[in-house]
């Protein structure tokens, strides 16, 4: 069984099918990327994941558990497994930098406060952020609001972490920074599955590249096998578009 | 008729006229203040209410939205005489002021509900679903998260409702509870002249309304820039 | 949600509570409704507390029925209703006897007698009160008095004006707002010493006698037999005529008799049941009627809403483009008005002005009251929209080469509009909420029609429920059709989607 293992999952908003049976096997430790035109699902499957979009159809096992979306308990479980950094941030305006990362792990796992506030000051650490923790989202820019919402998602201890498009709100100069925090993430025994418009970053970092279209699985396979030498023809013509930018 | 005036005013300004016109501004801030608290309390409820999917709420919404829209929608000279003839053949010993102050936290609570959730509206539904991400209970998201980011947007139209509600008391005259305007109706009906009475109560007024109307204009400027996005 | 559970229980069933007699003495208070501004019968002294020939009769009843006695203030309209509610246990205040009454509460034997007369001044010259019956002559009275319909009957020309209080009814004609009172000469005499400039002339000749009793909850027979027999005492040994003298400085025109205090004893009639049962068939047969008033509301709130905008409009502009003190005084006017209540505004230019010679009838003081409260409001609307032109876009014209009229017209007065139209939608619907406090100085709109109503019917609760539908329904149609004119006019609500 693998670590996560998604079978012909389908979801919809209002009758619209977003996602038409996604399925998709990912290992421990394994950094995925999923690619493809806007609208094709990407975001989605990971809201899906999440538990914030129900799905309509198919089956989802995280460490070989099946985790049932329409049960409180059972997504509640699966959230203490799997985490997600927004495109958006979505830090707590209401709160400090720490008080954004302590807050779940006290209120939600019993961690008592000072357990909380050091293992917080370890990952700011870890992020470069050490020196802004008793600052407000609003005092920081996009790309340190990012480096604090992965911090606050790796305070969950998850096992697989998604990432939604965590560059793309940011100014240009500031993609390197959240780059690099995720960089030091990959290979560390997390699970990685990222949607990113950053090519050359997806080429560098992922073991494997997933290529979705009108919301199913196109292509999956190494980055060589994906940027170099692509089998689908959807997949050619998509990498063809914005190899420019490669 | 100034001279009337000038010639009554010694006698008017006496400390027992003063006194009496003290008590029924003191009732005049209980209302206010009682009712716009309770319907606070009772409004946030509703708006809250309002906030919940659950299919089994759907009654409770409903009624919820009707109360709203229905206490919003009739003077409160009306529902004060509703609630008089109303509340008293089940509650016999209630006060007067007490009927009043229960139709005073009807209206409020109308009013304030809806403040209240274009309060929770205006936090964006990315920090609840952050919340939920991070396995925050429904009413951990609420209390932790949507609640204290959206008292900016709340507390300087609920100040002010209650400011202009003070005013809105002077109808429960009618009702013979002796607050700030009925009190001058009194010393006029004992042969005061009508701009010493009247003139009193206007001031007492607006030396309640003034000064707490700017008190909320300054909440509203300290509140407005801080910490936005 | 307490409140909410007490207005279920209401709409389910309203018990009656009318206290009997062993309860009464068991808690050893008797409520008594008395007329707080109801000289020499009842009213605040000048030591703020109650006093005059009611309260006398009352302390001497409850000492004879040895508990204590509770004054409970109740206005002529209440008299009543605090019965049938169970407020008060027995209620005062010149409550003459009639069948309609008798039909919701149950009387004790005549207290006093009630001889109807005429008060005018030396302004008419009558001298019997059949000449009162011509077009040119007001006649002021009060709502809930039982001589309201009667004076219908014998005195249909005059015009009307219709009060609140005993007060009101003696400082209208005092103003010159009205002729002549007809009513129970006594009560209202005391009143006219507030007056010493206007010279008073009293009518002799009765035009009618009625009696007056005390009310006690239908079929509350233990206490009205109770009371019956103090009663007895009390009218046997003298102690209400002297009570009447002392208060009035004069005898009772007409007392009570023997006969009547003796027929009273005999009759112990079995009441009714006392629970309340709704009857909407009065108030359902005069709904053509409350939507006329409905039409006056709207009249008020449309006068209203103009002038006051026309008001605004001034105020705003010489706000932000006049001269200082213009501006310091526009301020003052919209810190004054919207600090203080518009019926306390309304009371000052109705009861003041005559004062000073200037006198307003009810609508146009109300008028007048309520228009220089939303020109306040309605200045700092404007002045907000106004103020809410960009710079940008100004310039933005005028690198197009539009004219300075082009500019107010085409760019600066849509913008406004788009800024202002939903507030002033807004405040519309409050004028026509507003309008009803017309109604506390005679004004006959929908919420004063319910009062009139609701004072000979004494349905309240039925009357005004109807109201409040007449109320809700009126305000909907006014929110719809704002709504449609503005979207179809201004483009209001059509680019942004609700947030």
């Known amino acids: ?246 | 008729m100034i001279e009337r005036i000038v010639a009554e005013a010694p006698a008017f300004f006496s400390s027992a006229n003063l006194g009496f016109v003290l008590a029924a501004l003191g009732r005049t801030l209980f209302m206010t203040f009682v009712g716009c608290g309770l319907g606070f309390g009772i409004g946030l409820g509703l708006a809250v209410l309002r906030r919940t999917q659950a299919p089994m709420l759907a009654p409770a919404r409903w009624l919820a939205m009707l109360w709203v829209e229905t206490f919003r929608r009739i003077p409160f000279l009306v529902i004060l005489i509703m609630v008089l003839f109303g509340v008293q053949p089940l509650v016999p010993e209630i006060s007067l002021i007490g009927i009043a102050t229960i139709a005073v936290t009807l209206v409020a609570t109308a009013f304030l509900s809806e403040i209240i959730r274009a309060g929770l509206e205006s936090v964006p539904r990315a920090q609840v679903e952050g919340a939920a991400a991070m396995n925050f209970s429904a009413w951990q998201s609420f209390w932790l998260v949507v609640l204290p980011q959206s008292w900016r947007v709340i507390l300087p139209p609920a100040a002010a409702f209650m400011v202009m509600f003070i005013k809105d008391t002077s109808l429960a005259s009618h009702l013979g509870v002796v607050e700030l305007t009925f009190s001058g109706k009194i010393l006029v009906n004992r042969g005061s002249s009508p701009v010493l009475g009247y003139g009193i109560v206007l001031l007492g007024y607006f030396i309640l309304s003034w000064p707490l109307g700017r008190l909320a204009r300054m909440l509203e400027v300290r509140l407005a820039p801080s910490r936005n996005q | 949600m307490r409140v909410l559970f007490i207005l279920l229980l209401w709409l389910v069933a309203m018990p009656a509570a009318a206290r009997p007699m062993a309860e009464i003495a068991a808690s050893g208070e008797l409520r008594v409704g008395v007329n707080p501004n109801f000289p020499p019968m009842s009213s605040y002294g000048a030591d703020n507390t109650l006093g005059g020939f009611d309260v006398d009769v009352a302390r001497a009843l409850a000492g004879k029925l040895k508990v204590r006695l509770v004054l409970v203030p109740t206005e002529a309209a209440q008299r009543v209703p605090f019965l049938t509610a169970g407020r008060i246990d027995m209620s005062m205040g010149a409550l003459t006897i009639t069948p309609e009454r008798a039909a919701l509460i149950d009387f004790t034997m005549p207290l006093h007698s009630e001889a109807m007369g005429v008060i005018t001044t030396s302004r008419t010259n009558i001298t019997r009160w059949q000449e009162l019956d011509r077009a040119d002559i007001t006649i002021v009275n009060m709502r809930g008095n039982q001589s309201v319909e009667l004076l219908k009957e014998k005195l249909p020309k005059p015009q009307r004006l219709l009060v609140d209080g005993n007060a009101d009814t003696i400082r209208a004609i005092a103003q010159g707002r009205a002729d002549a009172l007809v009513e129970n000469v006594d009560f209202f005499l005391g009143f006219t010493r507030n007056y010493p400039e206007t010279q008073w002339k009293v009518l002799s000749d009765p035009i009618y006698v009625a009696w007056c009793a005390i009310g006690v909850g239908k079929g509350n027979d233990s206490l009205r037999i109770a009371l019956d027999t103090a009663l007895a005492g009390l009218h046997r040994d003298g102690t209400i005529l002297r009570l009447w003298s002392k208060h009035y400085n004069a005898p009772m025109t007409v007392p009570v008799s023997e006969a009547q205090i003796e027929d009273a004893g005999k009759t112990i009639v079995a009441g009714g049941s006392g629970a309340y049962r709704f009857d909407f068939s009065d108030v359902l047969g005069r709904v053509p009627y409350l939507l006329g008033g409905a039409v006056i509301s709207l009249q008020i709130a449309f006068l209203c809403f103009w002038l006051g905008a026309a008001i605004g409009l001034a105020g705003a502009i010489g706000k932000l483009y006049g001269p200082a003190p213009l501006a310091k005084a526009i301020n003052v006017y919209v810190q004054g008005f919207t600090n203080t209540p518009a019926l306390v505004q309304i009371f000052l230019l109705y009861y003041a002005l005559p004062d000073a010679g200037v006198m307003l009838g009810a609508f146009t003081a109300v008028v007048i009251g309520l228009t220089l409260n939303a020109g306040a409001y309605l200045t700092e609307i404007l002045r907000a929209g106004v103020a809410s032109v960009r710079r940008a876009e100004i310039e933005a014209a005028q690198v197009l080469g539009l004219s300075r009229l082009g500019i107010l017209r085409h760019v600066m007065l849509p913008h406004i509009l788009q800024t202002v139209y939903k507030p002033l939608a807004n405040f519309f619907i409050i004028l026509i909420l507003g309008s009803s406090m017309a109604a506390l100085f005679g004004v006959e709109e929908l919420t004063g029609r319910a009062i009139n109503i609701s004072t000979v019917n004494l349905r309240t609760i039925e009357t005004f429920s109807v109201v409040a539908l007449i109320y809700i329904g009126l305000t909907l149609i006014a929110s719809a059709t704002l709504a449609v004119i503005g979207r179809h006019w201004f483009r209001i609500g059509v680019k942004r989607v609700a947030a």
């Open chain 1, 1 to 246: 069984m693998r670590h996560l293992e998604i079978n012909d999952l389908t979801a919809g908003y209002g009758g619209t099918p977003i996602l038409r049976g996604v399925s998709l096997g990912v290992d421990k430790g394994e950094v995925v990327s999923l690619i493809g035109p806007s609208g094709s699902g990407k975001s989605t499957l990971l809201r899906v994941l999440i538990g914030l979009t129900p799905p309509s159809a198919g089956a989802v096992h995280v460490g070989g558990e099946a985790v049932d979306y329409g049960k409180r308990a059972s997504v509640a479980a699966l959230r203490r497994r799997m985490s997600i950094v927004f495109q958006q941030f979505n830090l707590f305006q209401n709160m400090t930098v720490l008080g954004n990362i302590t807050i779940a792990p006290i209120k939600t796992r019993g961690l008592a406060a000072a357990a909380a506030e050091a293992r917080a000051r370890a990952l700011l650490d870890n992020v470069g952020l050490a020196d802004k923790a008793d600052q407000y989202p609003d005092q920081l820019s996009g790309g340190q609001q990012q480096r604090v919402a992965i911090a606050r998602a790796l305070a969950m201890d998850p096992e697989i972490l998604l990432l939604d498009e965590v560059t793309s709100a940011l100014d240009p100069e500031r993609v390197g920074e959240v780059l690099d925090t995720i960089r030091t993430l990959a290979g560390g025994g997390i699970t990685l599955i990222l949607v990113s418009h950053e090519m050359h970053f997806v080429r560098e970092i992922s073991t494997r590249v997933v290529m979705m279209d009108a919301g199913a699985v196109v292509e999956t396979g190494p980055p060589s096998q994906i940027f170099g030498e692509p089998e689908a023809a959807r997949t050619r013509a998509f990498i063809g578009s914005i190899v420019g930018g490669l």
